[in-house]
């Protein structure tokens, strides 16, 4: 028997008015998932607990049977961990986003933030932009003096670790929750250290505005990548041994650093896959081909799709729908249709992490529909992949944990 997580991330959605009151996932052209909620069970389930927040940190830390309420000290540490980031006693991660702000001559905090990814900023873009930023004297020189140094990586997902930090009553917002507007409220606020990052995002603005990258990206028609945001906050974590638990093998896939580190921390391996971008043009044939390789010497393989996530944020509706739908069929219907023809038994769990709203560009934490499919049974069900034939089966207002257990059948 093998064992397959598929998470669409924030592919669940509230019903939208231009989709004739639909949601994406009903809107979405899915026949492959449509067809294996007929036959499974199709139920939902809160994965972000109320009094944190929600997003992909919280809510897969409990898909793959971890209590954020116990072990949730923040995103950051958690994408650290997945490049090796060691964090030492006092020492504090932080998300450090390339953004875009709004071109024009108002005062910083007037300024609005256009895009939390710095306009879905190229790789090796970012880390130019990120690597002269901190190597700027002024920038330097206030860094150093706030013990912060940055860990680039190839996209706009950088992770800054700052000594000796204080973040107690700091306010740190995430940015793609506020696409659109004026960023003054939601720079940081709450203690003292909050007043040194919002310089440092204030002095950051300053170096990277006309920076020749931005510079060439405006000639470009593309947003520049013109500020930093910190945010993510967190202290080193620990997790509770995934083996331990289910006595299941297994890998992650995801072009996404949060997914990687949680499965570092659980002790599951990871598979990189050339090409997976975390976008809409990602590799989804590459991912397939990693999930069939990876399932020959594993019991379990999940695999993570972020572009529902980024095209909700970035507001492109079109692609969102696209994404979900090739979901379906180049990532959904390619396993099932060769695990099927190897005649290989398998249970598979397909859910969105969290609900990535089209009315607002953010996350939401209300319930989200799971499809739970094993390939020796027919249960009848006759209902399609969606948020209401969600609400009428089994409900998890507990949280994933509860789910982890059920596609390994304990």
Known sequence: MKYILIIGDGMADNPVPSLENKTTLQAANIPVMDALAAKGEVGNVINCP????????????????????????????????????QLKAGDVSYRCNMVAYEDN??????????????GSIEGDQSIRLVTDL??????QAAAEKAGMM??????????????????TGISLIPPHDHLGEVIGPLLPSGNDNAAVLKDLMKLAHQVLDRHPVNEER?????????GVWFWAEGSAVELDPFYDKYQKTGTVISAVPLCF??????????????????????????KVAAVLEELKTHDFVAVHVEAPDECTHNGDLPGKLQAIEWLDSRVVGPITQTLDQEG?????????????????????????????YDSRVDSGLGLPYCEESGLKGPAYPEGAPVLMHKLFDM
């Open 50 to 85: 109320g009094d944190l927040p929600a997003g992909s940190d919280t809510a897969i830390l409990s898909i793959f049977g971890a209590d954020p309420k116990v072990c949730y000290t923040g995103r950051s540490p958690l994408e650290a961990a997945a490049t090796g980031i």
């Open 105 to 118: 001559d108002l005062p910083f905090e007037e300024k609005k933030i256009l895009s939390h990814s710095g």
């Open 134 to 139: 901190f190597a700027d004297p002024r920038f």
């Open 150 to 167: 940055v860990h680039p990586a190839p996209s706009f997902r950088h992770i800054a670790v700052q000594s000796q930090a204080n973040i």
């Open 218 to 226: 405006r000639a470009q028609g593309k947003l520049p990548a013109n």
């Open 261 to 286: 580190g949680i499965a570092r921390l659980s002790g599951l391996d990871i598979r990189e896959v050339e090409g997976a971008t975390g976008e809409l043009d990602t590799n989804y044939e590459g």
């Open 344 to 372: 290989t038994d398998y249970r598979l769990l397909i859910l969105s992490d969290h609900k990535t709203l089209t009315a607002t560009r953010g996350h939401d934490g209300d319930p989200v529909p799971y499809l739970l």
